[in-house]
């Protein structure tokens, strides 16, 4: 049974700084795309990053790039989503993604398995 379980949410002021962390189990990753996904209130869920785990290659949405940083972690199936620099715009429910494909994909419907969700809030 595949599983993807999120950490790392939380509230932050503008500017500050925050991990989110993805342990999938039931898959091997070799053979995945992982994905970070995020939705705000009333709003579609919306591609963030992507990382093909097979040779790290990476992809991220524009509003993100330079702030944001997706990895695999050293420990087997971890994924990790680096946030910097963060403002309320980035006020949402983060998602875990996980495709089963060597093609990164941009869209939700592509993507095979979800996590539950965290909660970010950026708020002075």
């Known amino acids: 049974q595949v599983k993807l379980v999120e950490s790392g949410g939380g509230a932050v002021q503008p500017g500050e700084s925050l991990r989110l962390s993805c342990v999938a189990s039931g898959l091997t990753l070799e053979y995945y795309v992982m994905g970070w996904f995020r939705q705000a209130p009333g709003e579609e869920r919306e591609f963030v990053a992507a990382i093909r785990w097979s040779n790290a290659y990476t992809g991220s949405a524009d509003s993100v790039k330079g702030r944001f940083t997706i990895s695999r972690g050293n420990a087997k199936n971890m994924v990790y989503l680096e946030m910097n620099s963060l403002n309320p715009e980035d006020t949402a429910v983060y998602y875990c993604?996980?495709?089963?494909?060597?093609?990164?994909?941009?869209?939700?419907?592509?993507?095979?398995?979800w996590g539950q969700g965290t909660q970010v809030t950026v708020s002075s």
């Open positions: 993604a996980a495709r089963r494909s060597a093609v990164l994909r941009t869209a939700a419907k592509d993507y095979d398995y």
